[in-house]
């Protein structure tokens, strides 16, 4: 049940960083029910998150966007990642085993 709901915040902060970078404009405010449906339609732009990503351009897109290849940098980025996610994940107590039974 914690993975789901950690799942479940992931997916939503996605969603939240996709509507401030490609949908909010900064001239108008949505007020909550605009930003409630600008998650829905920034759903669309989840995929541009990961191809903004250095690790993804560093490692996948350098061909297109006429870069060098650098997986040194890709693979570093990744790891610094996975070993936050982990930290986080350890701190919130998912996957810990409970001495309740």
């Given at each position: 049940?914690?993975?789901?709901?950690?799942?479940?915040?992931?997916?939503?902060?996605?969603?939240?960083?996709?509507?401030?970078?490609?949908?909010?404009?900064?001239?108008?405010?949505?007020?909550?029910?605009?930003?409630?449906?600008?998650?829905?339609?920034?759903?669309?732009?989840?995929?541009?998150?990961?191809?903004?990503?250095?690790?993804?351009?560093?490692?996948?897109?350098?061909?297109?966007?006429?870069?060098?290849?650098?997986?040194?940098?890709?693979?570093?980025l990744l790891l610094?990642?996975?070993?936050?996610?982990?930290?986080?994940?350890?701190?919130?107590?998912v996957g810990s085993?409970?001495?309740?039974?």
């Open positions: 049940a914690a993975l789901v709901g950690a799942a479940a915040l992931v997916a939503w902060n996605l969603l939240l960083i996709a509507n401030f970078v490609y949908l909010i404009r900064v001239d108008v405010d949505p007020g909550y029910l605009g930003l409630l449906s600008g998650q829905v339609k920034a759903a669309a732009y989840v995929p541009r998150l990961f191809a903004s990503g250095d690790a993804v351009r560093s490692l996948v897109l350098w061909p297109v966007l006429h870069r060098t290849f650098d997986p040194l940098l890709g693979v570093s610094v990642e996975a070993a936050a996610s982990a930290l986080a994940l350890r701190l919130a107590g085993r409970s001495l309740h039974a």
